[in-house]
């Protein structure tokens, strides 16, 4: 029974490998027959703000949600004082941004349903 399971469990891999190395030559053969039209195409380009793209590096770096809310949120706050730094030094706005973030008001309203 063991020879059986084992001969059986044999050919699947060798049937997955099989149809692995038929994928690649079609995807070679499909690469020289349409390079041209393949590499007429345009680059692809970010769609996203220089912000969004620094928030998903943040998401890269595998943090727990909770702590990658708390990193976010505390970016944010820091981009909002910079902001207001620098038009206090024009003289435009002379009050200093205080309270919660957007993240935290969600978060705690989340967590209190």
Do not use: H
């Amino acid at each position: 029974m063991e020879d059986q399971v084992a001969a059986v469990l044999q050919e699947e891999s060798e049937a997955r490998a099989l149809r692995k190395a038929e994928m690649e030559a079609t995807k070679a053969e499909n690469m020289i027959a349409y390079k041209d039209e393949i590499y007429s195409r345009p680059k692809k380009t970010w769609f996203v703000t220089e912000r969004e793209k620094a928030c998903c590096e943040c998401c890269k770096e595998n943090f727990a949600s909770k702590k990658r809310r708390k990193l976010e949120a505390a970016r944010e706050t820091l981009e909002d004082k910079n902001q207001i730094n620098k038009l206090e030094g024009n003289g435009k706005i002379n009050k200093e941004k205080t309270g919660k973030s957007l993240v935290d008001v969600g978060y705690t309203n989340g967590r209190k349903q």
